[in-house]
């Protein structure tokens, strides 16, 4: 199953991607049910199969404005250093635990959506990631059970402010400008994904190939990750982690390039599709 999440003549929505098109699924399951996590929050997505059998899609993809997959959840976890190429191009010691910092909700922009540049800094660089969603929350989360977890996955790109990420050994200014992180295009779900580990990343800036890995490297794997967070905080339907970046990233290729005004940066996972969005100078 493909979900999105939509804006159209002034709304937003969510919608079931089929036949090459879009069949809206805003309030079909309740007056309430207007988004995606309201749908994993109620547990209500079984039923969105049998509610749209034989069903014509409703618009085309011309029709929408795409906006972030989850536009609204109540966590973002990103995962620094979880590719052992860019640890070793950032230099940085290994760890025995998992790098994590957070991303604001309101950060974030859908597929085709413009990603500012912002003006305090010339050092803007792409982060080709996948995005888990979780579906099913919960505590101290065994890594056995985890995937039991996470309802589907997406593309990212946790572009990041360098300098600004530098200014101390916290990376939160760094990661959180208005409009620096793409999400998206949709969501496909784990029973379509199957092993996430067979699947390729690949970052591409202006067509260049920047990022090419496969998501077996991780360092720390999915289940890994789920369990150690939820030993800290709860985990709750919608919310998302944002895996890592693999090396390649601009800042630390010599010399460093680094977004600017009018780039279109790619991100491009097997099975969850591309994430594309255009560059603009704030």
């Excluded at 002034?10 to 049910?33: A, E, H, P, R, Y």
């Amino acid at each position: 199953m493909k979900l999105l999440s939509f804006l159209r003549n002034g709304n937003t929505g969510f919608g079931l991607v089929k036949n090459n098109g879009i069949i809206d699924l805003s309030g079909i399951l309740g007056d309430d049910v207007r988004t995606i996590k309201k749908v994993l929050e109620l547990d209500l997505l079984d039923l969105i199969e049998d509610m749209t059998k034989g069903k014509d899609p409703d618009f085309g993809w011309t029709d929408i404005t795409l906006i972030p997959v989850i536009p609204d959840p109540a966590k973002i976890l990103c995962i620094g250093l979880n590719y052992a190429k860019h640890v070793a191009e950032t230099k940085r010691p290994d760890s025995k635990h998992p790098t994590i910092f957070t991303r604001f909700a309101d950060t974030q922009v859908g597929h085709n959506g413009i990603i500012y540049k912002p003006k305090v800094s010339e050092a803007f660089d792409y982060e080709g990631e996948m995005a888990i969603i979780i579906g099913k929350g919960g505590r101290n989360i065994s890594k056995k059970s985890a995937m039991k977890h996470v309802v589907g996955f997406s593309c990212y790109n946790d572009a990041t402010v360098r300098d600004w990420q530098r200014h101390t050994s916290q990376f939160t200014p760094g990661k959180n400008y208005p409009s620096t992180g793409g999400f998206g295009p949709m969501m496909v779900t784990n029973d379509e994904v199957g092993d996430y580990k067979k699947l390729n990343i690949q970052t591409r800036l202006n067509g260049k190939i920047m990022q090419d890995s496969k998501l077996s490297q991780l360092i720390f794997p999915i289940p890994e990750l789920i369990n150690y967070i939820s030993t800290f905080t709860p985990l709750s339907p919608g919310d998302v982690i944002v895996s890592g970046t693999p090396g390649g990233v601009g800042d630390r290729r010599d010399p460093p390039v680094y977004m600017k005004d009018g780039d279109i940066v790619e991100v491009e996972i097997t099975k969850l599709g591309i994430l594309k969005n255009r560059v603009v100078a704030e």
